[in-house]
């Protein structure tokens, strides 16, 4: 069975850094693609970062690119988003997702989501 | 940039049938996927790749993408089926993932 546990979210000020994990077991992991998806409080989905199996190859959301970076331990099964120059509007429940087979980039497996409050 | 459009909101009778639509340019030239989310829970994929279902997704939920609109259809909608709706494509100009608004599907 496929399960993806993130984990790090807590309360930060504004401009701290804070570094999320996500522990995935239940499938062959340096085969798969992985996101970062969050959600603020009440709103919608938002797509935050993606790396490729091997972890060369990076993508991030514009507004999050330069200050926040995704990282993936193949040996251990783990990811890592570290962000940096936390800010109010970065307040949301944060999801790791696999990304499905085929190339049309969906999630097929997500995680229950860690939550990261950014407030003085 | 893409922009996906969502109703933010659609009511429907238990056993009739619910139509929740996504909007973008030209989207038929992409592949849309749909998600449900309940409250309080992660999302769950229901459709990927306009019309594909995951295995365990009951068949009442079907969906189609032509034009400028995809369409999620839930037949014989049941209370359970109460939940946010999104759908998503891959934007291969810029490499991001999008997502809709949201829909909240409520069953009357």
């Known amino acids: 069975e496929v399960q993806l546990l993130e984990s790090g979210g807590s309360w930060v000020q504004p401009g701290e850094s804070l570094r999320l994990s996500c522990a995935a077991s239940?499938?062959?992991?340096?085969?798969?693609?992985l996101s970062w998806v969050r959600q603020a409080p009440g709103k919608g989905l938002e797509w935050v970062a993606a790396i490729s199996g091997g972890g060369a190859t990076r993508y991030y959301a514009d507004s999050v690119k330069g200050r926040f970076t995704f990282s993936r331990d193949n040996s251990n099964n783990m990811l890592y988003l570290h962000m940096d120059s936390l800010r109010a509007d970065d307040t949301a429940v944060y999801y790791c997702a696999r990304v499905g087979t085929g190339g049309s980039h969906y999630f097929d497996h997500w995680g229950l989501g860690t939550l990261v409050t950014v407030s003085s | 940039s893409y922009v996906l459009t969502q109703p933010p909101s659609v009511s429907v009778a238990p056993g009739q049938a619910a139509r929740i639509s996504c909007g973008g340019d030209n989207i038929e030239s992409k592949s849309v996927h749909w998600y449900l989310q309940k409250s309080g829970q992660a999302p769950v994929l229901v459709v990927h790749d306009d019309s594909e279902r995951p295995s365990g997704i009951p068949e009442r939920f079907s969906a189609s993408n032509s034009g400028n609109t995809a369409t999620l259809t839930i037949s014989r909608v049941e209370a359970g089926d109460e939940a946010d709706y999104f759908c998503q494509v891959y934007d291969m100009k810029s490499d991001h993932v999008l997502f809709g608004g949201g829909t909240r599907l409520t069953v009357l």
């Open positions: 239940g499938f062959t992991f340096y085969n798969f693609a």
